[in-house]
């Protein structure tokens, strides 16, 4: 093999890692956790960013490791705290007694842009 050759090898190695690279480094398609109260919103939290949210006095939510989790809760019933972790596109806690209705929005399954919605 003559030299030239194995220039073009390496350089197609070298693009071929960086691409590798830039496909793992990029951020996770995880979407985005919607809480509305009421009706009304109330905010949105990054599922990729561990997070405690206080949502008014009466309910505490906890995102970590791209789940949402309701981790306290004033109502009584509980329900909502009992919700297992929602981390995927249209899946919900729902809070009655408080209104409280915690959503994920542009998760794994949607390919489409969760600002623009
Ligand atoms: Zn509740």
């Not at 220039?7 to 809480?35: K, S, T, Y």
């Not at 009706?39 to 970590?64: K, Q």
């Amino acid at each position: 093999m003559r030299k030239n050759d194995w220039v073009l090898i390496i350089a197609v190695l070298l693009i071929c890692a960086a691409a590798f690279g830039i496909h793992f480094l990029r951020p996770r398609q995880a979407g985005m956790v919607e809480v509305k109260v009421d009706g009304e919103e109330f905010g949105t939290w990054p599922l990729y960013e561990d997070a405690e949210v206080a949502i008014g006095e009466t309910n505490r939510l906890c995102i970590e490791d791209g789940y949402a989790d309701m981790i306290w809760a004033d109502c009584p019933d509980k329900l909502c705290v009992h919700q297992r972790a929602i981390s995927r596109d249209g899946e919900s806690i729902i809070c009655l007694p408080n209104k409280v209705v915690v959503s994920v929005i542009g998760g794994e399954e949607r390919k489409t842009d969760a600002v623009s919605q």
